[in-house]
């Protein structure tokens, strides 16, 4: 198992979601568009994983195998 704390997101000087019970976390991987890479989201018992543009601050978890 892996402990995700929720966390905001941050796009410039704005910082989103802090505090909603959900949070954004990158994943290695870059869509087909360049500008684009998939993230894990999660709040109020949903989750899903898209793909998003890549200059919104969303957390990064590392993890090793």
Known sequence: ???LPTSGS???SSVGQRGNN???YWSGT???KASTAYC???YSGAKD???SERY???AV???AE
């Open 30 to 32: 870059i869509s087909k």
């Open 56 to 58: 919104i601050g969303f």
């Open 40 to 42: 894990l989201r999660f």
């Open 49 to 51: 994983i898209r793909d």
């Open 61 to 63: 978890r590392p993890v």
């Open 10 to 12: 941050r796009l410039g």
């Open 22 to 24: 959900g949070g954004s």
């Open 1 to 3: 198992s892996i402990f």
